[in-house]
């Protein structure tokens, strides 16, 4: 098992420009989540996808980013037109189910550490 | 909105005391508690996971959870200086149809030899 799997692990972009971060869950886990860390606001949940269709996205900024889970193997999050405030590490995360009482454990990604200059 | 605070911000133990570990949360209905850890750079480790109001031991991490009072601990028994990292809490009210996860900024934990 090759745990969550993120690329790029680093990503340096100019102000204005896009920026694609990938993530690949663990085989067979139906949820996938995308989070946020800075230091100043810690660990911020931005969406999720269970089964591939979105679930919750209300973490999103409303302009400029976007998240898509094409298929079971991988989702990408999208930022359009980056700002400085945007540099943080982004963490992917999957889990088995994300329903019932005893909800699957969630495992993180290693994170795309994004460096907008 | 939930909000969830960890404390201590920092904790320095020496090697082999116990280090415990606080985190308070708003929403009385959350039943999902999980404690992570990070080392610096890295992605998270799962470490305990609770559902119920009681104790739940993983190896040398044990937590308390006390609904009642909104509050959960870790308490990590013979603490090595390689358990040095951030501590996460973090909280869910995983019912209905949306499971999501809400941290708290964690506390750093410095284990001496």
């Known amino acids: 098992n090759a745990g969550v799997i993120q690329t790029p692990r680093h990503k340096v972009t100019g102000k204005g420009q896009e920026a694609t971060l990938w993530c690949e869950p663990i085989s067979g886990h139906s949820a996938v989540f995308w989070y946020r860390q800075t230091i100043v606001q810690g660990l911020e949940f931005l969406t999720y996808f269970r089964n591939q269709a979105p679930i919750d996205d209300s973490g999103m900024p409303k302009e400029r980013f976007s998240a898509q889970m094409p298929n079971q193997s991988h989702s990408t999050l999208k930022i359009q037109s980056t700002q400085p405030q945007d540099s943080a590490v982004y963490l992917c995360?999957?889990?088995?189910?994300?329903?019932?009482?005893?909800?699957?454990?969630?495992?993180f990604g290693e994170g795309s550490k994004l460096t907008v200059l | 909105q939930q909000k969830v605070q960890q404390s201590p911000e920092s904790l320095t133990v020496s090697e082999g005391a116990m280090a415990s570990l606080n985190c308070t949360f708003s929403?009385?209905?959350?039943?999902?508690f999980r404690w992570y850890r990070q080392h610096s750079a890295k992605g998270l480790e799962v470490l305990v996971s609770?559902?119920?109001?009681g104790e739940k031991e993983e190896g040398r991490f044990t937590a308390h959870l006390n609904r009642a009072n909104l509050h959960v601990s870790l308490h990590i028994r013979e603490p090595q200086p390689s358990d040095s990292a951030v501590y996460l809490c973090?909280?869910?009210?995983?019912?209905?149809?949306?499971?999501?996860?809400?941290f708290g900024k964690g506390t750093l934990l410095t284990v001496t030899p």
């Open positions: 609770i559902f119920s109001d």
């Open positions: 995360a999957s889990s088995y189910r994300d329903w019932g009482p005893n909800t699957g454990q969630l495992y």
């Open positions: 973090a909280v869910s009210t995983g019912g209905g149809s949306n499971y999501k996860l809400t």
């Open positions: 929403d009385g209905t959350s039943n999902n």
